[in-house]
């Protein structure tokens, strides 16, 4: 997940407007997280529909007022605007700890082709070994909101270790009851393995 915006620049959505370019500073913000990739443009009435309805859910899982340890999720918005007037305009209504390509990087083009995003707003939900486990999102989340990470964290098997006791250590194998659900929403590893088994 930190490859992908290596050597790149993310701006974080606070009054600062703080760039991260450091390999440590990415790595420290991306690195074992689920990373959301939000494709947007003002232009679109149904972008600015869903905006309320993402900061409400990443603010349930990253604001200290809302939760006391804020969860392993990192939210970069990647602007599809045709100005960057359009773009300033879409941000000052997000969440402030959001992170965003400036409009000259050429990059959000290419993360656009990357992900086959063919139309507005767009969710990727990325594992962080940097594999898709949702090409798009957004539905998810007006369904269900909050409960879609914890499928995320389950299918991604991202360990919190601030919620674990020590003893839970010896078994990081546990499913809940929602296991044969999320594993056929999102394919997991041990489900593409035995895949290319049984074609042998």
Known sequence: MVDLFLNR?????????????TEREISGILENRIVLLLFASAECDRCWEFVPVLNDFFKRLKDPAYIEYPRLLALIHVSLDQSEEQQRKFLKEMHKKVLFLAFEDPYRKELQAMFKVKEVPTLVVLRPDGSVLSPNAVQDICRSGCRCFRDWQESSELIERSFMLNEEFDNLNMRTASDPVRRLKYKTEDDKRKKRWWRL
Do not use: K, P
């Open 9 to 21: 620049v993310l701006v974080e959505n606070n009054w600062d407007q703080d760039e991260l370019n």
